[in-house]
């Protein structure tokens, strides 16, 4: 028969062998579900890089997360017609649901592409905004930044952030009236400019 320490010794064993299983499938787990976005929400063609043909970007959603996390990715059009991937995020888009299974009350993200800019156009708890970004120095970069919110009563709240010149705005209008009035005016440098694969909105209270 087995002595108590020894049998004490195979438990310990068995059991950090359990633990190892427990967290490399826990690990599997999180990574299907980092590579399940298959589900299409969003898609939009145009020229980004300024060689002629139409990329793609598209946004998709994670249906087996708990918390549906959206991908954004974007894919330059080569000669061939075939698409190469370029750049993808899946912190720059808020995710539909909380942890608990509760809906977030995020609107569904939609994407614009204007004159070789990518606007990114998102409604987070009743702030709507427009992040922009241009495709320079080799990343996508963010060039511009808007934001407007309604107090529910008769205000609303303009950001306008233009990161290439640094000029920073917040304007303030009654709902009717023509008046604007400036409640801050300001110059703020950014160098570097966010990448977007790096970027995460809301992180600070500029943009």
Known sequence: MMNSRR????????????????????KAQNQTSTNNFTVPVREENGDLNGDGLADKVSI????????????LEIFFQQKDSKYQLVASSTKLLAPQYHKDGKYAGN??????????????????NGN????QFKFRNG??????????????????TETKYDLLTGNYMVESQQLGSDEVTVLEKK?????PLPKLQDFVPFENQLY
């Open 128 to 131: 709507h905004s427009r992040h």
């Open 187 to 191: 110059k703020i440098i950014v160098k």
């Open 107 to 124: 609107a569904l993200p939609d994407v614009e592409i204007d004159n070789g800019i990518l606007k990114i156009l998102t409604e987070r």
């Open 60 to 71: 998709t959603m994670d249906t087996a997360n708990i918390i549906r996390p959206l991908k």
């Open 139 to 156: 990343n996508f970069e963010l060039i511009h930044y808007f934001n407007v919110i309604w107090d529910g009563k008769n205000t609303t």
């Open 7 to 26: 049998i004490s010794l195979v438990l310990k064993q068995i059991f950090i062998v359990n633990l190892l299983l427990i967290s490399l499938i826990a």
